[in-house]
């Protein structure tokens, strides 16, 4: 039975000796081959970034979804996110790939300590990792080749610098791949897209006055996506975030009901899910460069 209580790993030195590794070269940076680590099963915790390319895996879960990882993907973990893996049967793709392990204090007093923040793709899903061609798996390959020769030679005051900078290549090629996935999986992205629009569609239309305007995760939720993901991809397919997706559905019943009924702004808002007027106008106006009553008045 699987351990549902995540087990912190604090350290990469930690990480080695648990999974029967001889210790990092560096401590703080590493890179694994996954075919030479033991396997293992349950819940973790880490306290540094992973990025890797695993085959062979068998069931991963990131909250509640699921992904086989028999293909061949890459995914991104940041510190503090929970990662459950079930213990493999009847795995027939052999166990390859490698796994890029930074410790938050390599990159402490660089520009990329703040920046790594910056890339959404550490916040998906498991079930949303990156698919890449062969042309572009192995360019990623070689990015990691140039990490392990440079921290398995002399370390000397250049060493962390140009690790650094690799390290960024390859943040900024997974941001380029991820780009192009949006647009090859455009049939099941806009799928997604249909679905939010339904789903904002229904909850203006219903009566949600205790329920309060929609937030971002419980649209991410309901869509079985991740904040994160579901922000990147709307941003490329509408240029537009969630929350802008909900101000629009928002404003677009706004002005139905300021043009079709009688209601005062006040019962609008409050039917809109707002606790305050004063908030609703705002937002209209904003929207529109117009208050809800001069709205309303241009139809008189």
Known sequence: MVNTKPFR????????????????????????????????????????????????????????????????????????????VEPEQNVTTKRSGWILLIHPDFLWNTPLAKTI??????????????????????????????????????????????????????????????????????????QILDRLEKLLSDYFTKDI????????????????????????MLKLLTGQSTQQHIHDKLIEKAKEKLSTTSLSVSEIAYELGFEHSQSFSKLFKSKTSLSPLEFRQSFN
């Open 117 to 190: 923040k910056q890339y959404e793709f550490f916040d998906y899903s498991v079930n949303e990792a990156l698919f890449l061609s062969e042309k572009e798996e192995a360019t990623i390959n070689n990015i990691i080749r140039n990490i392990q020769q440079e921290y398995h030679s002399s370390i000397d005051k250049f060493s962390q610098s140009i690790i650094i900078s690799q390290i960024e290549t390859l943040l900024n090629y997974s941001e380029r791949f991820y780009q192009r996935q949006f647009i090859t999986r455009k049939i099941n992205n806009h």
């Open 9 to 84: 790993i604090k350290t990469i030195t930690d990480f080695h000796r648990l999974r029967g590794l001889p210790p990092p070269e560096h401590p703080l940076i590493s890179v694994v081959d996954y075919s030479t680590i033991t396997p293992a099963h349950g819940s973790a915790v880490f306290d540094y970034y992973s990025i890797s390319i695993k085959r062979g895996v068998g069931k991963m879960f990131y909250g509640q979804q699921e992904y086989d990882f028999d293909e061949g993907v890459m995914y991104f973990m940041a510190p503090n996110q929970v990662l459950r």
């Open 209 to 232: 006055v205790t329920k309060g305007l929609p937030a971002v995760q419980y649209i991410a939720d309901t869509l079985n996506v991740s904040p994160s993901y579901l922000s990147s």
